[in-house]
């Protein structure tokens, strides 16, 4: 069975950093591209990016809101996908969901429980 | 980018059949794929449909998907509604350069 459970979620002051870890089990991990997205009342779902498998060179694609700011990452030894978020924003408040992406990387497969992140002082 | 336009809810009996649409604002509904989430309350999204109307396993057949390019929009139809099916419902779309489009989500009642 795939699992993929999130953890890292907490209240945070804006301004200061948080990394998420997404972790996982029941597929091979390495072959796959892993996933972020966002979610809050007011926006809905939002996507944040994607890293692709080091098959494919593992490179990174970004939401605009994330650029800059955010960092994916993956440890294939440990079947773990990261998401740094560095000077953290009221705004960036959400649920944050990792998942398997579908194999052309424009879509969610399979999600993750989610982890809440608030950002206030 | 583009817009993905969803209703806001929709209702229908169990049995029936209900249909959700997702109309996208510029540029075809054909030339990316549309996935469609379920998201039941307290819980995370699930993927129903990928690639315009494939199920993932698992999923039931009373859900499929589809895309008109006479009305530049895409489908989730649900028949045989049953309780269980309440829930919001997303579609998803991609410009092709990349960013990840959500519609704002129908909210399905089963009464």
């Known amino acids: 069975e795939v699992q993929l459970v999130e953890s890292g979620g907490r209240l945070v002051q804006p301004g200061r950093s948080l990394r998420l870890s997404c972790r996982t089990s029941g597929f091979s991990f390495g072959a796959y591209a892993m996933g972020w997205v966002r979610q809050t009342p007011a926006k809905g779902l939002e996507w944040v990016g994607f890293?692709?498998?080091?098959?494919?060179?593992?490179?990174?694609e970004y939401a605009a809101s994330a650029k800059g700011r955010f960092i994916i990452s993956r440890d294939d030894s440990k079947r773990i996908a990261y998401l740094q978020m560095n000077s953290l924003r009221t705004e960036d408040t959400a649920v944050y969901y990792c998942?398997?992406?579908?194999?052309?990387?424009?879509?969610?497969?399979?999600w993750g429980q989610g982890t809440t992140v608030t950002v206030s002082s | 980018n583009f817009m993905l336009t969803q209703p806001l809810s929709v209702s229908e009996s169990p049995g029936k059949t209900v249909t959700i649409s997702c109309t996208r604002s510029?540029?075809?509904?054909?030339?990316?794929?549309v996935q469609w989430y379920q998201q039941r309350p307290g819980s995370a999204p699930n993927t129903m449909i990928y690639d315009n109307n494939q199920r993932p396993s698992g999923v039931p057949d009373r859900f499929s998907g589809s895309i008109d390019r006479s009305s530049n929009s895409a489908s989730l139809t649900i028949s045989g509604l049953r309780t269980e099916d309440e829930a919001d419902y997303y579609c998803q779309s991609h410009a092709t350069d990349g960013p990840w489009v959500f519609g704002g989500g129908t909210k399905l009642t089963v009464l």
């Open positions: 998942g398997v992406t579908t194999y052309h990387y424009y879509g969610m497969d399979v």
């Open positions: 890293i692709r498998s080091k098959v494919y060179g593992g490179t990174i």
């Open positions: 510029s540029g075809s509904v054909a030339t990316n794929y």
